[in-house]
C-alpha cells in the first residue's frame, strides 16, 4: 500500500517541479527562489493528490490526472503570454468556464487541435487506469487507504500554513511576481491578496460632484462613445500599408479637438479593464488587485462614474453592445454603473454579421435609430463593438485586401499570417466607415452632438509580430464636435494632437462638455454667464 501510495506522489511531485520550466514567462530557477516557495508548491501538490487520491481510489491515476490538469495549466500560460503578454493569473481560472460558454473567444488561442487531442488523449487515458489499475479500498481495506489519505493531507495541510505565512511580498506586478515565486506560490500569492473595497475617493472630481458643472440640460450636446474592438492606426507602425486605409478617420483628426495616442492597460484582449479605466477614470493602482477583473467588484460595490455622472445632467444613458450581455457581467455591472438601457446581441440578428460577430455597420445603424428617436433629454451613448475581434484567423480573407497588402509586407509573412493582417484590416476600414456615419448621424439630430472613439486594445495577430516586428501597444483616440469650441482660444493652447493615457480621457471629455456647449437662448442671459464661468474654471484646471 506504501509504495502504491507514495512512488506515484514522488514521481508525479518531481514532474510538477519540471514542468516549471515549461511556463512562459519563465519563473527563476528553483535555487534563486525563496525556499518557502518550495514549500507552498509541496503542500499544494499534496493536498491535492490526497483529494484525487481519496476520490479516484488509485495512485498512479490521481498523479497522472494532476499532472495532466498541471500541463493544462502550463499550456494556457504559454498560450496567454504568446497572445496577451501577461502571465496566467489566478483570477484566470473562471475563463475556464467561459470557454465552455464562449468557446470562439477563448479555444483558438490554446490551440483547437491541441484542446481536441489533449481531451480525447486525456479521456481514453483515463479510461484506460480506470480499467487497469485496481482500487486500493478492495484490495487493503477501507481502513489502511483512508489512513494514508490522512497522512498526506496532514503532511500537506501542516505544511502549507507555514509556507504560506512565510510567503515573499507581491507587487502586483504579475511578470515579475511570477518569475520570483513560480507558479502555485504565484497563484496562491494573488489568490490570498487582499480585496479591500474600491477608494471612491481616487475618481476624478468631475465624477465625484458632477453638479458643479454649469450648463443647462437644454445646452448639453447628445454624445456617442465608441469603444472599438481592437482599434488603432497600424500606419506609423507599418508604414507601407495604403494610406487611405482609414480615410474618415483622417477627415475626423483634421476636424477634431483633440486626437492621438492612448495608453491602454492590456494588450489583445481584457477589454473590461480598458472599459473600465475609462468610465471610472480609474487607473491599474487605484484598483489594486481588482485591476485585473474589475467588472468583479463594480458589480457589488458602484464608484462615481461617467454614467452617473452624466444622469445627473439630465442625461438618458444607453450602453450598446453586439454580444451576450452576460459576458463580462456587464449586465449586472451596467445598470450599477447608471445607463437606463443596455442593448446587447437580442437587438441584432443573423443578417448584421459581417464576419464572425455583429458588424459595425448593423451597430451604427442602430445608434442612429436611438439618436433619431431621442426625446427633449440629451442621450449618451456608449457602444463596445466586436466586429475586429479575434479569433482573426478563423476568417478567411477577401481576395481583393490580400492584394491591397504591400508587396513588402507580404513577401514577409506566412501565408496565414497574410491573411490574418488582411482580414484585421478590411474590418478596421470597416470601423473607419462607422465612424463617418456616426458623426453624420450627429450632425443630421436638431441637438448638436460629441463623439469620443477609443480603441481597447491592439489586436492579437502573433505571427505578423514575429516577421513584422509588434506595434507600440498604444490605441488611438479622437474627440470630435458638431459645433466648433466657444471660444477657440479655450482648447489647449498647442496642437490638437497629444496622447492620454485612458483614465484620464473620460475627465476630458467631460471638460468639453463646457467648451462645446450650445448657445442657450440669448434671454438665457444667466446660462450664458455660467457657461461662461465653466470655461474659465476649465482653462484653471488645464
Known sequence: MILQLLLPLCLSLIISLACESLVLPRPAPWLLRPRVTLYIHMATWLLLYALAFLVLQRGWLSAGLLNVLHLVIVQSCRSKWSSLREPFLVQDFEYFLDAIRHPRLYVPFFGLGLAIAASTSGFLAFAAFLWWEPSLVSTH??????????????????????????????????????????????????????????????TPACFRHPDRQAVTTSCLPNIVIVQSEAFFDPRAWQPALPQDLLSHWDALKASSHAHGELTVPVWGANTVRSETAFLTGLSGNDLGMHQFNPYRQLAKQPVPNLVASLKRLGYRCVAVHPYPATFYCRDRVMPKLGFDEFIDIAAFDHSDKNGQYIGDAAVARKVHTLLASATDAPLMVFVITMENHGPLHLETADSAWLQRLPEEISERLEPKDANTLAVYLRHLRNADHMANALSNSLSQQPRHGLMCWYGDHVPIMEGVYEALGAPSGHSHYLLWSTLPPRPRQSIDAGAAEHSINIENLAERLWQDLALFSQPCDPAGNAELQGTEQQRIELQEQR
Not at 487507504?145 to 509556507?163: D, Y
Not at 506560490?185 to 473595497?197: D, E, I, T, V
Open 141 to 202: 481495506g477501507a481502513g489502511t487507504f483512508l489512513t494514508c489519505v490522512a497522512v498526506v493531507a496532514a503532511i500537506g495541510g501542516l505544511l502549507l500554513p507555514f509556507g504560506l505565512r512565510r510567503r515573499p511580498d507581491i507587487m502586483l506586478q504579475p511578470e515579475d511576481d511570477l518569475c520570483r515565486l513560480g507558479l502555485i506560490s504565484f497563484f496562491w500569492a494573488y489568490g490570498l491578496y487582499p480585496r479591500r473595497a474600491i477608494d471612491p475617493v481616487k
